[in-house]
């Protein structure tokens, strides 16, 4: 089945303590993205990478970092998380001009 | 001006009627464009996809592109219960730094709601 997984789904963590959420799609796409959503904010788009170890910044990159190392991983890293990081995360992969697929989200708290 | 704007909402609509959801867009090099449903606490799915001009019909959903006024629209027809979601508009703008059709931008979506 074509999918993007992402894990954990759900996360509480405490100010400070490093954190990855994994992304993983089978479906040989070129592109990946991680998005964040926020009430009344919409989707924001943190990093996207184009394909392996080409990456970029996105609308809202402060306080990420990701890797993109194989094609069909892009995890995405808080090495510092703070509170404001608190939201509903999901990624995404695509080919070019082509529809979007969104894994199922990871809802994070940052105590 | 934001590359893509939804009106804003939420729309009500009774059961059995039209929904009609609106989107422009800023960029007219702009190829793709994309309309997402999603549930809350839910991800966005796809429901609709137009590359060209004019309307694209698929079961009690239609959507309609007008590259020249640059506005795209999905009409919902027969609207049931199960269609109240947020509805997500998506375009695939041309970007100087990533290459063509390598942006894909969201509105920030319109919550429908059907009433029974």
């Known amino acids: 089945e074509a999918q993007v997984t992402q894990n954990p789904r759900y996360l509480i963590t405490v100010t400070g303590k490093k954190l990855t959420v994994t992304c993983s799609q089978n479906m040989n796409h070129e592109y990946m993205s991680w998005y964040r959503q926020d009430p009344g904010l919409g989707l924001r788009q943190i990093y996207y990478?184009?394909?392996?170890?080409?990456?970029d910044k996105g609308d809202v990159p402060e306080g990420y970092k990701v890797s993109r190392k194989e094609k069909r991983n892009f995890p995405l890293i808080l090495e510092s998380p703070s509170p404001n990081q608190t939201s509903l995360y999901f990624c995404?992969?695509?080919?070019?001009?082509?529809?979007?697929?969104f894994g199922p989200g990871t809802r994070l708290t940052v105590l | 001006q934001k590359e893509v704007e939804q009106n804003s909402g939420p729309l009500s609509v009774p059961e059995g009627a039209i929904a009609s959801l609106n989107c422009t867009y800023s960029?007219?090099?702009?190829?793709?464009f994309f309309w997402y449903r999603q549930y809350s606490g839910k991800s966005p799915e796809l429901i609709m996809s137009i590359y060209s001009n004019g309307d694209k019909e698929d079961g009690r959903f239609t959507a309609q592109l007008n590259k020249a006024s640059q506005y795209v629209s999905l009409l919902i027809r027969d609207s049931q219960p199960s269609d109240s979601a947020t509805y997500l508009c998506a375009v695939n703008i041309l970007s100087a730094e990533r290459g063509a059709n390598s942006k894909l931008t969201f509105g920030k979506g319109i919550t429908l709601s059907v009433r029974p």
């Open positions: 960029d007219r090099g702009s190829q793709s």
């Open positions: 990478s184009m394909n392996v170890e080409v990456t």
């Open positions: 995404a992969s695509r080919t070019g001009g082509n529809e979007q697929f």
